[in-house]
């Protein structure tokens, strides 16, 4: 596709805002500095957008305390917003990684509220707004993403009403039950609408969004939309958006001569068992590490998988090491990785092989390829990317998918091996299954899987949420306000609205 949105002398005509830049600054032992692809989701599916796309990335580059200029990176304009050591405690392992990540994952751990994280949150995404209220041309598309910044489209609409604001979420977007222990609710929800369009991974999303506006803003609401009333109206339309990968790019990585190279390596190094079940997360408890390891080790344990034949390899790469439930939760794996593998097997390779480290994409892509098993199992995920990626590299006909009906990915992937990870038992026979399922039983669903993530890649979905906040965008020219409407009658979520 062209490249559409080039950053001329007048500012970018596309822009992505992110916590994060695609790349990590970082200084080597020798002082050198030096740049290296930032891990997670958001980035292995915006990168090929942006790659194809051009424009300029807005985001923090990983070092506290520096500022560092604006270059060029594959084709676009890196845009790096500096942060504080206390910001970087405060705005983002605090409240983005300490309030909202729990309380988005159904509070699956507990979220902490703190005044003065927030006021952090507020202040760095004012910092966001302006950066990139400076670097948009007129009328530019800015797509803001993501849980750390959702102050920043009403922020940024106050400063450039020109611009056309698109906003999505990653991670889930609680129901109403959960967002309203939030005591900044009032300020998110009005930071969100000053979007033209937000995205969600799920309609759930989307209809919990609204039923949040219908009910805690003077705003209304009508169906997908909800009419904004401030400083002249807008709409801002909210609808589902499910993100993938970039499925070519990844099943020709997995076959690549030197991919396969390094999967015969693997194979040798882990002892040419007869059977490879894999995990690969961030280290992080939305992720369902640890049901998972104690669901493998019972069956080990019960003799149901031989930890002769068996091996399963668990790559769990750092990540927030420095919020405390991630440490508590680093403690509680390897205790119990230890203690499965000190009572089964022989003296040879443990039944289980967990590495805590990041592994280069090439690497990931040749243990995928291995994989006879895949388990994704989180309590909660917005999507989980992984199992996709799977799919894509996976070549064999024989592969299994093992997946947590709580990642959005289920919604999708409706061949997998669904379990619900809080019921151990459940996820030791799903897992059962996918080991001794038929043949035919197994490439049926492992072909529909593959099928779905070949034919929905990611610029796919760029394509559909671009497109639709070009419909939906109000530059000036194409402004619309709701009082040119007819006023009608609309029944949402079975309510009776009145609009108009
Ligand atoms: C958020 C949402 C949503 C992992 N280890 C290594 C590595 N990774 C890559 C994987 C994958 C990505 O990180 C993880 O993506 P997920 O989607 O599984 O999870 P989150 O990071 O939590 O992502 C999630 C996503 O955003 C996108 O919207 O799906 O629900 O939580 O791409 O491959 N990459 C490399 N080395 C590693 O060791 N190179």
Known sequence: MENTGPSTKQGATFLVVANRLPVDRIVR???????????????????????????????????????????????????????????????????????????????VAFPEFHREWFDAYERVNQRFAERAAEVAADGASVWVQDYQLQLVPRMLRELRPDLNIGFFLHIPFPPMELFQQLPWRRQIIEGLLGSDLVGFQ????????????????????????????????????????????????????AQAEET?????????????????????????????????????????????????????????????????EYRRLRDDIDLLVGRINSQIGGVGRPPIVYR??????????????????????????GMNLVAKEYLACHSGPDGALVLSEFA?????????????????????????HAATDPQREKRRRFRALKKQVAENDISKWADRFL??????????ARGKTSADETPSMHFVDGEQTSQG
């Open 29 to 107: 032992e020798d002082g050198k500095v030096d740049w290296q692809t930032a891990p997670g989701g958001l980035v292995t599916a915006l990168e090929p957008v942006m790659k194809q796309r051009g424009g300029a990335w807005v985001g923090w580059h990983g070092a506290p305390d520096e500022e560092v200029e604006a270059f060029e990176h594959d084709g676009y304009t890196v845009e790096p917003v500096p942060l504080s050591a206390e910001e970087v405690e405060e705005y983002y392992e605090g409240f983005s990684n300490a309030t909202l990540w729990p309380l988005y994952h159904d509070a």
């Open 202 to 253: 799920m309609p759930g999303g989307a209809s919990n969004f609204l039923r949040l506006v219908r009910r805690r803003t003077e705003h209304k609401v009508d169906r997908d939309r909800a009419i904004v009333k401030r400083n002249g109206d807008h709409e801002c339309v909210a609808r589902a958006y499910p993100i993938s990968i970039d499925s070519k790019s990844f099943s020709d990585l």
């Open 260 to 324: 396969k190279a390094e999967a015969q390596e693997l194979l040798e190094e882990l002892g040419h068992p007869s059977m490879i079940v894999l995990g690969v997360d961030r280290l992080d408890y939305t992720k369902g590490l640890r049901q998972r390891v104690r669901a493998m080790g019972e069956l080990f344990e019960e003799g149901k998988l031989d930890p002769n034949e068996v091996v399963f390899l668990q790559i769990a790469t750092p990540s927030r090491e420095r919020v405390e």
């Open 356 to 381: 805590h480290q990041s592994f280069p994409r090439a690497t990931l892509a040749a243990m995928y390829q291995l994989a006879d098993i895949m388990l994704v199992t989180p309590l909660r995920d």
């Open 408 to 432: 959005g990915a289920a919604r999708e992937l409706r061949q997998a091996y669904m379990v619900n990870p809080y019921d151990l038992d459940g996820m030791k026979e799903a897992i059962m």
């Open 467 to 476: 497109s639709d906040l070009d419909d939906h965008g109000k530059g000036p």
